[in-house]
């Protein structure tokens, strides 16, 4: 059994979380100061800042930095999310991408059943699994596996992805980025919360058939810990689950405002139209790491709208706010000049060779970022510098914005022991002070 330090035993476990997909280069964030204190939240869809915890995860891509090989990369992934767990982290988040070293795992959920089979406290998320080139029942089934045999420590994070040549490889053509997934989630959605499900649509069409497994079914059967081969256990084995306040705002709302059964289900959301989707489905979003805190206000605000037109009420909106995933950067040291050359000095690289490598299913053209601008940009918005810079940053955006779940990416010194060192900090130094 993996041992764990005193922080993360005495900490309250959180299940699952949520994430997102790589940055999109294009977009335009806003600029922030590292540490600086925000005006509190004067719009009505942000939560006042002591309603509930900050919890961090770390954010992992499995990024290939330049002179790495696949094995490196991914070897830093499970070391990282193992450490992660002694840290104390609420969660990790797994990205997914195909034929291009900006991360070099293809399949988020099959990482992630690898890293619940690792850990026993800390929750894994995808960030996430591409539906635009995956079959909503495949990975509907995957997800109810995993949430059942993890005792609930699973959230499958859902985004459309991008314009990319997978698209061709995998025979899902542009349509099912361009316009086909909503139909994906809606399917996916009935898949994790029905028992018979069948479909006739543009996309999928198909007489209906059983949900096995069933997600909707308990996560803990009394057998479990040995079923999973954890050996003998005195009395029944006790699985973290994802947090519940005591108003039940801690999970997924469902109809009528009640927890919905099943996996935790994320949106990432990078547009307008993702927003009002997430909001109309009654999911919480995934925020990217290009958003600044104006940025993240703009989509609270949007969302809002999108979620009372759709005949829902504010105490549901209340409870799903606390569930939005901010996803962001992380660098601990003693110096934040430090801090900052560490990723000046190894993200510029990866973006480059990473993000450079895309190849679009149809040709249209792209735009990328100055990748050392970029990185820059994401030093200026996140958890970059000190222990108590990257703390203020983190209550500063949840201030601001009410969000207080973050996905920071931890990995970007490009370096194994680096990153351990870097996750280990941020358990040990900043989540002490962010209450």
């Keep these: 059994m993996t041992k ?40 009505a869809g942000a939560l006042p800042p002591d309603t509930a915890p900050v919890r961090v995860g770390a954010f992992l891509l499995s990024a290939q930095f330049p002179g790495q090989t696949h094995g490196e990369a991914l070897d830093r992934t499970v070391r990282a999310a193992v450490e992660a767990e002694r840290a104390g982290l609420d969660s990790v988040w797994l990205a997914e991408h195909h034929f291009v070293p900006y991360g ?15 850990t026993r406290r800390i929750g894994v998320g995808t960030a996430v699994s591409v539906l635009s080139t995956t079959h909503p029942v495949a990975l509907g089934e995957q997800a109810a596996l ?5 005792g609930g420590r699973f959230t499958l994070g859902v985004g459309r992805g991008g314009p990319w040549i997978d ?37 999928f069409s198909f007489p209906e058939v059983a949900v096995v497994p069933r997600a909707t079914e308990p996560p803990r059967r009394p057998e479990l810990g040995t079923w999973l081969g954890l050996g003998d256990q005195s009395g029944l084995l006790r699985f973290p689950r994802q947090r519940v306040d005591a108003d039940g705002s801690g999970e997924e ?27 109309e489905r009654g999911l919480p979003m995934l925020l990217g790491m290009h958003s600044g805190d104006e940025d993240k206000l703009g989509m ?100 601001r914005t009410g969000i207080r779940r973050f996905a920071l990416l931890a990995e970007g010194s490009g370096d194994r022991e680096a990153t351990l060192h870097n996750i280990a900090r941020l358990g040990s130094e900043v989540l002490p002070q962010l209450g």
């Design 4 to 43: 764990t330090s005193a922080r993360a035993e005495t900490r309250r476990p959180v299940g699952v979380r949520p994430p997102a997909p790589g940055p999109t280069l294009a977009a335009t964030p806003v600029a922030a100061t590292v540490g600086a204190p925000l005006p509190a939240p004067a719009r």
């Design 104 to 118: 070099v795992c293809p399949n988020a959920a099959t990482l992630a059943a690898l890293l619940l089979g690792r």
């Design 146 to 150: 995993l949430h059942l045999t993890s």
């Design 167 to 203: 698209l061709d490889v995998f025979g899902s053509g542009v349509d099912a980025f361009e316009q086909g997934f909503p139909e994906r989630l809606d399917l996916l959605l009935r898949w994790l919360r029905g028992s018979r499900v069948g479909a006739d649509g543009p996309q």
């Design 253 to 279: 709302p469902g109809t009528a405002g009640r927890p919905a059964a099943g996996p935790p289900v994320v949106v990432a959301c990078t547009s307008p139209g993702g927003v009002r989707l997430a909001a």
């Design 300 to 399: 609270l605000e949007l969302y809002r709208t999108a979620w009372l037109a759709a005949g829902r009420g504010e105490e549901q909106l209340r409870r799903v706010n606390r569930q939005h995933v901010a996803a962001g950067v992380a660098q601990v040291d003693d110096r934040t000049s430090t801090a900052r050359a560490t990723l000046l000095r190894a993200m510029p690289g990866w973006f480059e060779y990473g993000l450079g490598a895309h190849r679009t299913v149809d040709g249209r053209e792209r735009k990328m970022r100055d990748p050392h601008q970029y990185t820059e940009l994401l030093c200026d918005l996140h958890a970059v510098g000190t222990p108590k810079q990257c703390a203020d940053r983190l209550l500063a955006t949840a201030e």
